[in-house]
Every structure is written in structure tokens, then in C-alpha cells.
């Protein structure tokens, strides 16, 4: 079955870390560039971090820039976002998603082969 998987969210308090995995089934991550995406409840989906195919260029929304770490390991398939710092503003769902491009972008338009289904990331006391 060709999949992404996401792991590693839950309820942390602020200032706390989380690390996220999405892990690739049926198909091999180092073809594609890889994104990060979140959605609150009431919000559009925002744009958090990318990584380009090659793996040589990364980008981060202004709100993370400094506290979220993104980088892929396609030996395992899988991709990660590590969060430090977080904030109750960081509370939402965390999608990963795969485009055959080599581009990183934050638009989630460009990210038109697989997309995880998603993992809740809580930021309260």
C-alpha cells in the first residue's frame, strides 16, 4: 500500500519538544520533496517546513523559523520534523506530504502525490 505515515505527536506543555516521523510505505522518499503542513480547528492549512528532493535546500514558515528542525533519512524512508520551544499557537494537526518535484516550497499545492493523514500535536499546561 502506498502510504506516508506520521508518528510522534501528542500533548505537550509549552517550551516543551516533540519530534514528528512520517515514514513512506510502497514507495522510496528520495524522489520526492518532502513538506510539512498544519491545520488548526477553524484555520486554513499552513505551509511549516520543506525539504527539497535533494536534500540541500529547507524552508520554514516565519512562525517556526528557529524552533523547527526538518530533514529526511532515505535510508529509512522516513522524514522528521523535530519542534523545540513550542507554543499553545503551534496546536494543530501535522500532515506530511510527497511531490515528485525538486523544489521546496510551502505551497501545498505542489505536493500532489501523497499526503499522511495526519497526527494531533497538543501545546497546553
Known amino acids: 500500500q502506498l502510504q506516508l505515515v506520521e508518528s510522534g505527536g501528542g500533548l505537550v506543555q509549552p517550551g516543551g519538544s516533540l519530534r514528528l516521523s512520517c515514514a513512506a510505505s510502497?514507495?522510496?522518499?528520495?524522489?520526492?520533496?518532502l513538506g510539512w503542513f498544519r491545520q488548526a480547528p477553524g484555520k486554513e492549512r499552513e505551509g511549516v517546513s520543506c525539504?527539497?528532493?535533494?536534500?540541500?535546500?529547507?524552508n520554514y514558515a516565519d512562525s517556526v523559523k528557529g524552533r523547527f528542525t526538518i530533514s529526511r533519512d532515505n535510508a529509512n524512508n522516513t522524514v522528521y520534523l523535530q519542534m523545540n520551544s513550542l507554543k499553545p499557537e503551534d496546536t494543530a494537526v501535522y500532515y506530511c506530504a510527497a511531490g515528485r518535484g525538486p523544489l521546496c516550497t510551502l505551497y501545498g499545492g505542489y505536493y500532489r502525490d501523497y499526503w499522511g493523514r495526519g497526527t494531533q500535536v497538543t501545546v497546553s499546561q
Open positions: 510502497g514507495f522510496t522518499l528520495e524522489y520526492y520533496a
Open positions: 525539504i527539497s528532493r535533494s536534500g540541500g535546500s529547507t
